[in-house]
C-alpha cells in the first residue's frame, strides 16, 4: 500500500509563492504516474500538473508559466513550485500516485484517464488579494 503525505501549504498573498511536497512510501522502479490535483469550495476537483515516469510533464491552462512539477532524484518525494500565486489558486491540494504510465494525450499526460489508486490526505493553500 503505498502512502502519500503532502506538506507546504499556508497562506501567502498574491503574488507570493509555495513550493508543495509530497512524499512517497515506497518507490517503483516501474512505470508510473503522478498528479497534482486541488479542490476549492463548492467546485469540482481538477487535475493541476501531471508526471509520468519518463519525465514528461503537463499543466492545467490556468497554471502554466505559474506552476512546475518536479521529483527528487531518488524518487522519493514529488513537488509543485507555485510561483504568481493567484486568490482563485485557493484550494486543498493533493497529490496521487499510480503505478502505471500515465494516459497520453497528443503525447502529453492527460488529466483525464483511470482514476488514481493511491491519494494524499492535502494540504490547504489560501492565497489573499
Known amino acids: 500500500q503505498v502512502k502519500l503525505v503532502e506538506s507546504g501549504g499556508g497562506s501567502v498573498q498574491s503574488g507570493g509563492s509555495l513550493r508543495l511536497s509530497c512524499t512517497r512510501s515506497?518507490?517503483?522502479?516501474?512505470?508510473?504516474?503522478m498528479g497534482w490535483f486541488r479542490q476549492a469550495p463548492d467546485k469540482e476537483r481538477e487535475g493541476v500538473a501531471m508526471?509520468?515516469?519518463?519525465?514528461?510533464?503537463n499543466y492545467a491552462d490556468s497554471v502554466k508559466a505559474r506552476f512546475t512539477i518536479s521529483e527528487d532524484n531518488a524518487g522519493n518525494t514529488l513537488y509543485l513550485q507555485m510561483d504568481s500565486l493567484k486568490p482563485e489558486d485557493t484550494a486543498m491540494y493533493y497529490c496521487?500516485?499510480?503505478?502505471?504510465?500515465?494516459?497520453?494525450?497528443?503525447?502529453?499526460?492527460?488529466?483525464?484517464?483511470?482514476?488514481?489508486?493511491?491519494w494524499g490526505q492535502g494540504t490547504q493553500v489560501t492565497v489573499s488579494s
Open positions: 496521487a500516485e499510480d503505478r502505471y504510465r500515465c494516459t497520453l494525450v497528443n503525447g502529453l499526460p492527460s488529466f483525464v484517464g483511470p482514476p488514481f489508486a493511491y
Open positions: 515506497e518507490y517503483t522502479h516501474r512505470g508510473y504516474c
Open positions: 508526471l509520468d515516469s519518463d519525465g514528461t510533464t
